[in-house]
Structure formats: structure tokens, C-alpha cells
């Protein structure tokens, strides 16, 4: 039996092996990390997400994440909070990814591990790689990436702030960008942030003095970060990734991309680790029916383009400091607001369902 190779053994390819393997496909998944590794992600698993780790036979309630039920959006001295429509859970990607890798391992898959791919392969099924493209099957982005940098850290909280901040996920938006706070499991907390390249520069271009300004000009971000002790020597970093990207199809597709590959929503969503466990489901779907990558990324294609739109367009009035003040205000005058643009950025729910049965 020729065995089915997986580029990349994060959420998507971990996701794909254990569900080809159990289908009883020999699978090869080639992942670059040595070991457990953290990754650029706000670490937030929703509904959809959890429905498809379950169906993998996991249980993510069971790996110690922390629930988070509400939301809470801040600009300067301003907030909006409300009910999530789904309980979702913080983990983070060190455990979730590994937990993935080593059931996908239980299930007979080959994982090989401290294995590099830099360029295309014609040997490669499933291309999984995440925002790292490979030479000869990069993305294209309809539109040029803006020059936008991320940067995540873990953080032990003071217990004021952790009680505070306990079931809920939070956006603080300001000029230049925005940052998301939650927990995770083991009363860690997860700070992403997205700042705009020119203003990183202004400030010192390092971490520590864009840190320090942010906790300057935000009173609420001062008060979260009181006497917060970091768990990583130096935050991970990333810089231009193609929000609103998705994979058009062609019949010269020789492999289904999944995950960030096949498309990227704006992070502040926290819908991106579904939509990568979908693609990984719906591309298996479409391999054992004998069906195209081409078909795979058209029906993709057909379930993320709205959500992604709507996400997009939010992201774009996010940032801007009139639709900031614009979107925060309408926020505090409905609340309901909230629930709804949660529920309008993520997969469909008829979608992710249909991928239980063969099309």
C-alpha cells in the first residue's frame, strides 16, 4: 500500500493522519518540531473546534484547558461584554498538537519527526505546513499582505488578575493594532498581540519597548500585566500573514491544503483552529470518496469565504481608531451584538456536520 505523506504535523496534519490512519490508509506525516512546541495562536477552541477533536476519538475537556463562556471587548477606558453562543475552551497548541500526533501515532500512523521541508514535492498528499509555504507551492494572496507583526506570549497572571479574567476571553483594541488575553490550562495565560510594522519601529523595534509603551498608553492591559512573570525567554513572533487568503482552486491541484494553507481567517475571531480541523476533515472526506484536491478547495472554498468575508470586513473597521470607537459603542448599545459576530465568523454548522457522512 503507497503510503500517504502529510507536510506538517500541527493541528490540520495531526488531524488528517489520525482520521486516515483509523480509515486504515498508511500515513507518513513528516513534521519539522523535535518536540512539544509552542505556536503562534490565540489557543481558543470552540464548538466546531471541539466537535472535531472529539470525532477524532479525543476528549479536549479532558487535556486541562481552561472554559471560557464570554467575551469582552476594550478600547481605552470603554468596554462590551457578553455571552459566547458555545462554551469554548483555552488550550494551548504545545498540548493539543502533541496530543493529536501521538493518537494519529496510536492509530498507526508513521510520524517522523525533525524532518525539514523547504520545496515542493510531488511525493507530498497533504500539504500542512501552517504560515511556513514551501518553495513551487507558496500561497497567492488575491491581495498584497499588510505589514503587520504578531507576537504571542505565555504569562503566569497575579491571582487578582486571574480571577478577573477567569471564563472570559478578551480584545483590547488600540491604534495601532489590537491583543487578545485568555487563559489556558494550568493558570497560564495566552497574550497575543498584532501591531502595524511602522509603529513596532517607532517605539524601538523590540519587544520589550513595544511591551512597555502599550502598558503606558493602556490602563486596562497595565492592570492585566501587574506583576505577570513571563514562561517564555522571548515571545514568538510572525509578521505578514494573508488574513482573508483562500486557496484558489485549479485542476493542476495535486494536493489538498489544509490548515492555513487552504485558508487563513483574522486571528481575533478565534476561529482559525476549527476552520484548520475542518479542512483536515473535509480533505480526508474527499481522498477516501476518490474525489480531487480541486473538489476538496471548491466546497472549502463554498463553506469559509463568508465567514472569513465577514471577519475580514470587521477586522478592517477594527482597525482604524473611528471604527474602533464606532464598533465599541454599538457594542455597549447591544450586547446581543456580540453573540450574533460570533456566531457569523465561524464555520457553518450544517457544514462541519456533513463532513460525518460521504458526500
Given at each position: 500500500?503507497?503510503a500517504l505523506?502529510?507536510?506538517?504535523?500541527g493541528?490540520?496534519?495531526?488531524?488528517?493522519?489520525c482520521e486516515?490512519?483509523?480509515s486504515g490508509r498508511?500515513?507518513?506525516v513528516?513534521?519539522?518540531s523535535?518536540?512539544p512546541?509552542d505556536?503562534i495562536?490565540?489557543?481558543?477552541l470552540?464548538?466546531?473546534?471541539?466537535h472535531?477533536?472529539r470525532r477524532l476519538?479525543?476528549d479536549?475537556?479532558?487535556m486541562?484547558?481552561?472554559s471560557?463562556s464570554?467575551?469582552?471587548v476594550?478600547?481605552?477606558?470603554r468596554?462590551?461584554?457578553s455571552?459566547?453562543?458555545?462554551?469554548a475552551?483555552?488550550?494551548s497548541?504545545?498540548?493539543l498538537d502533541e496530543a493529536?500526533?501521538?493518537?494519529?501515532e496510536?492509530?498507526?500512523?508513521?510520524i517522523?519527526?525533525?524532518?525539514t521541508i523547504?520545496?515542493?514535492?510531488p511525493?507530498?498528499?497533504f500539504?500542512?505546513?501552517?504560515?511556513?509555504?514551501?518553495?513551487?507551492?507558496?500561497r497567492?494572496?488575491?491581495t498584497?499582505p499588510e505589514d503587520?507583526v504578531?507576537?504571542?506570549?505565555?504569562l503566569?497572571?497575579?491571582?487578582?488578575?486571574?480571577?478577573?479574567?477567569?471564563?472570559?476571553?478578551?480584545i483590547i483594541?488600540?491604534?495601532?493594532?489590537?491583543?487578545?488575553?485568555q487563559?489556558?490550562e494550568?493558570?497560564?495565560?495566552n497574550?497575543?498581540l498584532l501591531?502595524?510594522?511602522d509603529?513596532?519601529?517607532?517605539?524601538?523595534?523590540t519587544?520589550p519597548?513595544l511591551l512597555a509603551a502599550?502598558?503606558?498608553e493602556?490602563?486596562?492591559?497595565?492592570?492585566?500585566?501587574h506583576?505577570?512573570?513571563?514562561?517564555?525567554p522571548r515571545?514568538?513572533?510572525?509578521?505578514r500573514?494573508?488574513y482573508g487568503?483562500i486557496?484558489?482552486?485549479?485542476?493542476?491541484?495535486?494536493?489538498f491544503?489544509?490548515g492555513?494553507?487552504?485558508c487563513?481567517?483574522p486571528?481575533?475571531?478565534?476561529d482559525g483552529?476549527?476552520?484548520?480541523?475542518?479542512?483536515a476533515?473535509?480533505?480526508v472526506?474527499h481522498?477516501?470518496?476518490?474525489?480531487?484536491?480541486?473538489?476538496?478547495?471548491r466546497?472549502?472554498a463554498?463553506?469559509?469565504?463568508?465567514?472569513i468575508?465577514?471577519?475580514?470586513?470587521?477586522?478592517?473597521?477594527?482597525r482604524?481608531?473611528f471604527?474602533?470607537?464606532?464598533?465599541i459603542?454599538?457594542?455597549?448599545?447591544?450586547?446581543?451584538?456580540?453573540?450574533?459576530?460570533?456566531?457569523?465568523?465561524r464555520?457553518?454548522?450544517?457544514a462541519?456536520?456533513r463532513t460525518q457522512?460521504?458526500?
Amino acid at each position: 500500500m503507497t503510503a500517504l505523506v502529510i507536510a506538517g504535523g500541527g493541528l490540520a496534519g495531526a488531524a488528517a493522519a489520525c482520521e486516515l490512519a483509523q480509515s486504515g490508509r498508511r500515513v507518513v506525516v513528516l513534521e519539522r518540531s523535535q518536540g512539544p512546541t509552542d505556536k503562534i495562536c490565540g489557543d481558543f477552541l470552540s464548538a466546531e473546534a471541539q466537535h472535531y477533536v472529539r470525532r477524532l476519538g479525543l476528549d479536549p475537556h479532558g487535556m486541562g484547558g481552561h472554559s471560557i463562556s464570554r467575551v469582552r471587548v476594550i478600547r481605552g477606558q470603554r468596554q462590551a461584554e457578553s455571552r459566547l453562543p458555545f462554551t469554548a475552551i483555552g488550550l494551548s497548541r504545545r498540548v493539543l498538537d502533541e496530543a493529536l500526533l501521538r493518537h494519529a501515532e496510536a492509530s498507526g500512523a508513521e510520524i517522523r519527526r525533525g524532518v525539514t521541508i523547504a520545496r515542493h514535492d510531488p511525493g507530498i498528499h497533504f500539504l500542512a505546513t501552517g504560515k511556513h509555504d514551501l518553495r513551487g507551492a507558496a500561497r497567492k494572496p488575491r491581495t498584497e499582505p499588510e505589514d503587520l507583526v504578531g507576537f504571542k506570549l505565555y504569562l503566569r497572571l497575579s491571582v487578582e488578575a486571574q480571577r478577573d479574567l477567569a471564563g472570559t476571553v478578551e480584545i483590547i483594541l488600540f491604534a495601532q493594532g489590537y491583543a487578545g488575553l485568555q487563559l489556558v490550562e494550568g493558570e497560564t495565560a495566552n497574550l497575543c498581540l498584532l501591531i502595524r510594522r511602522d509603529h513596532l519601529a517607532s517605539v524601538g523595534g523590540t519587544w520589550p519597548a513595544l511591551l512597555a509603551a502599550l502598558i503606558a498608553e493602556q490602563p486596562h492591559l497595565r492592570a492585566r500585566l501587574h506583576n505577570a512573570q513571563s514562561l517564555l525567554p522571548r515571545p514568538l513572533s510572525i509578521a505578514r500573514v494573508p488574513y482573508g487568503f483562500i486557496h484558489t482552486p485549479t485542476d493542476q491541484d495535486t494536493m489538498f491544503r489544509l490548515g492555513d494553507q487552504a485558508c487563513v481567517i483574522p486571528s481575533f475571531t478565534g476561529d482559525g483552529m476549527s476552520m484548520a480541523l475542518h479542512s483536515a476533515a473535509l480533505a480526508v472526506q474527499h481522498h477516501l470518496a476518490g474525489q480531487s484536491p480541486a473538489a476538496y478547495h471548491r466546497r472549502l472554498a463554498a463553506d469559509v469565504t463568508r465567514p472569513i468575508s465577514r471577519a475580514t470586513t470587521l477586522y478592517r473597521l477594527g482597525r482604524t481608531p473611528f471604527g474602533q470607537a464606532l464598533l465599541i459603542r454599538a457594542l455597549q448599545a447591544w450586547p446581543g451584538l456580540l453573540h450574533r459576530t460570533a456566531a457569523a465568523t465561524r464555520v457553518p454548522q450544517p457544514a462541519w456536520l456533513r463532513t460525518q457522512v460521504q458526500e
